[in-house]
């Protein structure tokens, strides 16, 4: 026989409450994990950790400039290889859906999703570094720019795949030939989609340490040589964090605070982007 | 084409224009396919390198190399036992500890609260934990969780590490929640309403129409989450080299420090000086690479069948 309805309301009840309890209880090890190192970073941030480099043990003071300057230099160089790379693979996808390469192409874009970081910095270390002879900047940007690529192509494609084909339709009929058509009608259009995919990928490498081990590796000195060795926030982090100096953890907790900010501040951004478009990343 | 090449129309300026046009036109369509051209060779690139890599250690151990139980750089012995059974442990510890939260956020976003600020807030909270870089995750874990965890262990008589393969489980919990619950969410939103209207109509429960017409409708997709969340755990780097412990010991209990594959490679690759032990590490890493995009791959299918059909 079946429960009466009371028992199967209460029981209803009851699962809601659960169920809003384990999803709201998600938040808890997020406010932790922020508010913990925002308190420890925030005291940390002032004009000399912005505008110096490390100080040796013992000695007070020191910043993290190299890093925050090799960390841009790392993701600029990667990002002006990924973005155009990027969208023209994305339109490729869009505009021959049914080719054999483009399912291959598509294949290869999920398989670069599914990439271990870990393993990315593996094989850029045997395409660049070894045949080198040297860590550089160079190594560390190839590899971010592969963990840069998949994200622009999803968002390019999937930005395209959304637009009218009425709009691609109309400017062919007037006789504007294809590549203008793609780069003065389409990619306008859709831009607010691709850049938000642009912004995502950023937000997603610049936290990225575990490519870098192997690659960019890291040197406590300002250089803009692509081939040399170069530090970055994440790699500055990983070594002050596994250091047994208490100096050295606050230079950590300060770069992960700068690192926090620059990583929400790029995800809002997004945010804003795709608002307009309903688009999936 | 055929009046670009007659001669008599060469003079006609607007032709000579659409001309270069042409040649503009095949040259973008030729950079268009050279870009995904270019992808599929990164891949086979990848591939290729890490096979050529692991060579010499395929070479030098077979398949012992899966089952050898030690890995002694010193004494060139290796085996990827202890990291194979440290991947499997921190993974599965992570997913089974995930799926209750990233199914009740699905279930909540994707059928009790759709719309709203409430329901926003926390999609964008989930977003937030997606975003968290997992050097973070590891630094505030090795401060805050592992003294936590030790304090624990002392109460609950077991050996004090505070590090090891529960902690980092715990750490690639919170950071797996966010790919499976995503998913989930889009998966239950696609449920058919009249499925769950006509279940309302016989008389059933909020609680019965989930649990009888959702989740069975979903069952597959969110699966698919799951496996996705593997794939990532199988992974993910940074945060668990910093929590596990790094010994190449096969883990006593679910308490000890170990070493996962990911791990290991991130530890030792820079201070391999053997080739075989360099070699070693790269099969590794061509194992963790196969496992994880055949894990992938297979949830990417069963999602593309789930939401066309």
Redesign the interface.
Known sequence: MEPRIGTRNAKSMFFKGIIVFFAFLIALPLIIVLLYIVKQGITQVNWTFLTHTPAPVGEKGGGILNALLGSFILVMVAAVVAIPVGIAAGIYLSENPNTKLSYWAGLCVDILQAIPSIVVGIVVYFWLVKPLHTFSALSGSAALCLMMLPIVIRSTEQTLLLLPPSLKEAALSLGVPYHRVMLKVIIPCGFAGILSGITLSIARVIGETAPLLFTAFGSPFISASLTKPMESLPHVIFTYATSPYDDWHDLAWGASFILLVFVLTLNIVTKLLTRKWKIQL | MLCITNPLFVENKRLQL?NS??K??T???R??????????L??I??LL??IV?SVPSIKASGFGFIWGKVWDPVENIYGAYPFLIGTLLTSFIALIISI??SY??A???GE?NQKGWLSDL?K??????A??????????G???LVPLIRDWEIKLHILPYGIGIFTASLILA?MI?PYGASLGI?LIRMTPSPLKEGAYALGA????V?RKVIMPYTRSGLFAGVLLSL?RA?????AVT?LIGNTSAIPTSIFAPGNTM?SV??NE??EADHPQYLSA??EL?LA??LV??V???IG?RIITKATHR
Not at chain 2, 124 to 129: F, Y
Not at chain 2, 131 to 140: E, H, K, L, Q, R
Not at chain 2, 205 to 208: C, D, L, M, V
């Open positions: 659409s046009q042409l503009w036109e040259f973008f369509k950079l268009l396919i050279a870009a995904g051209a270019i992808l599929v990164v891949i690139g990848i390198t890490l890599e209750p939260f009740s956020i279930i909540y976003l009790y926390l964008n909270t989930v977003e937030l934990i975003a968290v870089p997992s050097i973070i995750y590891g630094f505030w090795i401060f805050v919170v929640i889009t429960t909020r609680w019965e989930i794939g199988l992974g993910e780097t940074m910093m990911a490679i991130a690759f820079t590490l790269i890493g963790l690479f994880t995009v894990i992938n791959l990417k």
